[in-house]
């Protein structure tokens, strides 16, 4: 019963959802060469209920980040940018993107960006662009 409780208000644990603006006001201008771009986030079904309870996926982008949560979202991407995916802990004030993949260059053409994490947790994301 403590622990149906303690998944529970885990699960309940806000996650600042949506952009982070850029720190630099002189960047802020810059925000219009962004755009949206549909993600797709999954856990490998082994490690499943781990992340959909502790973590939830982060995209970075040239400095912008998108707090995300696993399945379907968007996250704010430029063209020409190079964008990494990862994930954060929902307990921790967690700025740090934790098995971040291999940066992918984003094109014009690019609508979906789907991540997956790996069998071991401590390996990178890997990410595939439609």
């Not at 149906?4 to 982070?20: Q, R, T, W």
């Not at 912008?64 to 696993?70: A, G, L």
């Not at 979202?73 to 291999?102: E, H, I, Q, W």
């Amino acid at each position: 019963m403590a622990i149906v409780a303690a998944v529970i208000s885990a699960l309940n644990i806000p996650v600042d959802k949506g952009f982070k603006e850029l720190e630099d006001e002189d960047n802020i201008e810059k925000t219009a060469e962004y755009r949206e771009i549909h993600t797709v986030f999954e856990p490998v079904w082994g490690t499943r209920w781990f992340h959909y309870i502790f973590t939830f996926p982060r995209v970075e982008c040239d400095g912008f980040i998108s707090n995300c949560k696993w399945g379907r979202n968007k996250a704010l991407v430029r063209n020409g940018g190079v964008p990494t995916v990862g994930f954060s802990y929902r307990f921790f004030d967690d700025r740090k993107l934790r098995c971040k993949s291999s940066p992918v260059e984003i094109s014009s053409t690019s609508t979906v960006l789907e991540a997956k994490t790996s069998i071991i947790n401590n390996s990178p994301m890997h990410i595939i662009l439609h």
